[in-house]
Structures are given as C-alpha cells and as structure tokens.
C-alpha cells in the first residue's frame, strides 16, 4: 500500500509527543513550491541535504585525523552519520520528529572547513575584523546561500524549522548571526536531540580512534567514571585491547550514554508536562541533557580527550601542518582574487573578497586544500 504525504503526516499525529514539531503544521520555506506527493516537509529537507554537494564533500573532510593519515579513521561524513544515527534513536524513544532530527543532525556540519577543529580555528583567526568564521553559521550559510542546484533561488530552499534547528542545535552558540531566525526562541526537542548526539557521538567515537591509532592507552583511563562503568559493564579483564573488545566498549560507552539522556530527558518532560513545541523552546533550561552526575564523566572524559588526544604531538603536528595551508591559500587568494574559480569570482559583487575566499576555502576538502596548495607554491607541480 502507497504512504502519501497525507497519510504519513497523520502517522505524526498520532504517534509523536504533543511537544514535536509537526511537519503539516510547518511554518513553509522561503520559496513557495508544491507539497511532494510521498513525502513530509522534512523527509524532502533531509534528501535535499543528503544530496547537496556540500554532504558528498565531507567524505574527504578531517574529523580529527587528516585524510591521508589512513583509511579506518572517522571522516567528517562517518561522524555525521553516526551522529544522525544516535539522534534517530533518541528521537524514536523521545516521541521527537525523527526526520526533523536527521535533517538536522545530516546538515550539522556541511560548513565545517578542511583539517577538522584546526582548520576552523585559523579561518576564525583569519577572519577577525570579517566578521569571523564559525562551521555552525557557515552550515547555514551553505543551506541558505552557497548550494546553487536551483535555478530561482539560492541555497536548498529548506523548512524554517530545519532552518532553526540548524541555527539554534548548539546549546552556546551566537544567534545574532542569524537575523532571519527568531531570537526570543530556544532550540525545539528536535535541535536539542541533535545537539547531544553531536556531543555523544564525538567523545565516544574520538575515543575509538585514538585507542585505535595508540594515541591512548587502556591504563591511562583508568580514573575515568566512565571507563570504570563500561568496563565492569563488559567484563573486561585489562588485558590487551583487541579490535574485538575495543568496539564492545565503544558500544557500551554509547549505550550508557543514550539510557542516561534518555532517563534524564524523561525525568524532565514530566515535571515540564510540554503540550506543545513552542513550551520546549521557550523553557529556560535545556529539556535533552545528561543527568548531574553523567555530566560531570562527560566533561571528565572530554577533559582526558583534550589532553591526551587532541594536545598529542600527532595530532599537533598534523594541525600545524593545516594551518599553514590554509594561511598560506587564504593570503593568496585575498592577494589576488584572481586565482578564485568564476562562480566564486562573480560572489565579490555581493560579498567582501574575506567573506567569498573563507567560503571558497571552507568548500575544500583536505585533500583537494592540500592539492591547490602544490599547485600554488610548489614550483615543480603543474597548475
């Protein structure tokens, strides 16, 4: 039997929370266009993201290890996926809008630069007195401006509930960025479901590729709550950590982490008692969170995290390594505009030549950042 739109549609309505956004009750795009035949407003944003250029290009975008550092480690894209996974979970148990999570969850990062964290540090560094840079503002600048797969209009023409889940998923994030979104308004259920999955997802998967890589060591963990918890939950004996056991633990830690947001977030819904989104965004707390205590190992293994992955020579070398690439292109290309592709070139009318050359250079991947690199001042590389 065909599920229309109409039908699925009601399929929200009778299984989803009174505080989830609603895709027939949403608030339309920018661009009027007819409603698809067999899909929801948001299941159509969530294939519009999926087939962006913008999506294909984080396959070749660090998450932490630069992409020639080797083939298992996270990319940009496997963290998405990741992320979109866990949030659909938590959705599903939440009574949350499950593709309104995904959308989010699956555009989270379609800003993000080459080179992971470090690449967008230096572009914010680069960008000082421009406005500066932030992967969350340029996610939305992609999705609202960048994309051209229209001939009527930029960007992807999405929902404004997309649109707000994008801008308002970070729990901390400058909103004054985003002058069309509205301000007295926090983040829906949805946005916030995305938000912890992001968090959820890179602490316990940026743990995974350090064991992995021999970053990190089993013994140095041994104080972490965490790491104590999902050993005892595992039985592991703190012999060696083969690939086996590493990706059991990895599994727990994640199933931990979801039972506690999922145990907290309940908790808080029923002292909230939310009948409708608009209770969600205008509470003054966040209604998706980790318990106290969780907190308190979360930001305990994200401190570990810090220190002994992040700060590790490797990975500082290979940061280091990003930032002079990217300042080495970005004063080029601000030198001398002329080296930018057309369709960037044809931006200067609207944008200053700081705003176009961070976007062009956000666009890259690492491998094809390092590429343009070579052919700009390697005298032996051909243009």
Not at 245 to 258: D, F, T, Y
Not at 292 to 297: D, K, P, T, W, Y
Not at 360 to 374: G, H, K, P, V, W
């Amino acid at each position: 039997m065909k599920q229309c739109r109409l039908t699925l549609e009601a399929n929200e309505r009778s299984t989803l929370a009174p505080y989830a956004l609603f895709s027939d009750a949403s608030r339309g795009r920018a661009h009027h266009e007819a409603e698809p035949r067999y899909r929801t407003a948001f299941q159509r944003d969530r294939d519009r993201i999926v087939h962006s250029a913008a999506f294909r290009l984080l396959e070749y975008k660090t998450q932490v290890f630069v992409n020639d550092a080797g083939d298992y480690y996270r990319t940009r894209l496997t963290h998405t996926l990741e992320v979109a996974q866990i949030g659909r979970t938590l959705a599903r148990a939440l009574g949350a809008n499950e593709d309104l999570v995904e959308t989010i969850c699956l555009a989270h990062d379609l800003g993000h630069p080459p080179f992971g964290h470090a690449g967008e540090d230096v572009l914010n560094h680069l960008m000082s007195g421009h406005g500066g840079f932030n992967h969350n503002h340029q996610s939305y600048r992609v999705v609202t401006k960048l994309e051209r797969r229209y001939r009527n209009w930029a960007g992807l023409n999405l929902t404004r509930e997309t649109l707000e889940g994008i801008a308002k998923h970070e729990t901390n994030a400058d909103r004054r960025a985003f002058s069309e979104i509205p301000q007295e308004t926090g983040a829906s259920v949805e946005a916030q479901i995305a938000n912890i999955s992001d968090e959820l997802a890179y602490n316990a998967h940026d743990l995974d590729d350090g064991l992995q890589a021999g970053l990190i060591r089993p013994d140095q963990m041994a104080e972490l709550g965490l790491w104590q918890q999902v050993v005892e939950r595992v039985q592991w004996t703190g012999k060696a950590l083969d690939d086996v056991s590493r990706h059991h633990i990895i599994r727990e830690l994640v199933g931990l982490l979801v039972d506690d947001v999922l145990g907290e977030s309940q908790r808080r819904l029923a002292d909230l008692k939310p009948q409708s989104s608009m209770a969600v965004q205008l509470h003054t707390e966040s209604i998706v969170s980790h318990s106290g205590a969780q907190l308190q190992q979360v930001a305990q293994l994200k401190d570990f995290l810090l220190h002994n992955m992040y700060r590790h020579f490797r990975i500082a070398r290979m940061q280091t390594r990003a930032e002079h690439f990217i300042e080495a292109l970005f004063a080029s290309y601000v030198k001398q505009p002329l080296q930018l592709p057309d369709d960037y070139r044809a931006k200067l009318q609207d944008d200053s030549v700081y705003r176009v050359v961070a976007d062009y250079i956000a666009n890259l991947t690492d491998r094809s950042a390092l590429r343009e690199f070579q052919q700009l001042f390697d005298p032996i590389t051909q243009p």
